[in-house]
């Protein structure tokens, strides 16, 4: 249930209108065609809520073990980190 998930992530993120913002600016970075538009919102309220989202390193860390930077990980594929106020 997506109210479930939204509960978990309001717990990171306590302003809802800031909660709102990240999950928006984040489903938008993490969208595929491939799949639906509720599934990408679900994941980035998962992402939210367990927060993996942002590495300590600044970047947003995809597939890399939770909580590691990209520098220990030495995963290239790290993107920059998202700005709840910029826009993608």
Do not use: W
């Amino acid at each position: 249930m997506r109210s479930e998930y939204v509960f978990a992530a309001s717990k990171e993120i306590n302003n809802r209108f800031l909660l709102c913002r990240v999950t928006s600016v984040s489903a938008r970075r993490l969208h595929l065609d491939s799949t639906q538009p509720s599934e990408t919102i679900n994941k980035s309220l998962k992402l939210i809520a367990s927060q993996e989202l942002v590495s300590h390193s600044g970047a947003v860390n995809c597939d890399t073990q939770p909580g590691a930077t990209a520098k220990q990980n030495g995963d290239p594929s790290v993107i920059p980190a998202l700005s709840p106020f910029q826009e993608p």
